[in-house]
């Protein structure tokens, strides 16, 4: 059974820096292809970041050059990395295991329960 589970998210003032965790079980990171989405209230799930099997990572336009995916096979975890947030950033973030075609991602059934990051102006 897939289990995917977030954690790290916490009230940040703009500028500053958050790592976000999901922990899989139930699968190996190492031959799949996981992805951060994240939804603010009244707003559509969008996604964030994704890395396929390979390594290869794809960002949103709107975290371009400010976030990191990148992942600790040993420990079976995905990281998503923060940085120079901004008060636009509030919203919960979810873990997903999906499926990389080139440059886009697709969205599969397995999600986690959410972490939720608050960006104070």
């Known amino acids: 059974q897939v289990q995917l589970v977030e954690s790290g998210g916490r009230p940040v003032q703009a500028g500053g820096s958050l790592r976000l965790s999901c922990a899989a079980s139930?699968?190996?990171?190492?031959?799949?292809?996981i992805a951060w989405y994240r939804q603010a209230p009244g707003k559509e799930r969008e996604l964030v970041a994704a890395?396929?099997?390979?390594?290869?990572?794809n960002y949103g336009d709107a975290v371009k050059g400010r976030f990191i995916i990148s992942r600790d096979i040993p420990a079976n975890t995905v990281w998503l990395i923060m940085n120079s947030l901004k008060p636009e950033d509030t919203a919960v973030y979810y873990c997903?295991?999906?499926?990389?075609?080139?440059?886009?991602?697709?969205?599969?059934?397995?999600w986690g329960q959410g972490t939720q990051v608050t960006v104070s102006a």
């Open positions: 139930g699968i190996t990171i190492r031959i799949n292809d």
């Open positions: 997903n295991l999906g499926h990389c075609r080139g440059a886009d991602y697709y969205a599969g059934s397995s």
């Open positions: 890395i396929s099997s390979g390594g290869i990572t």
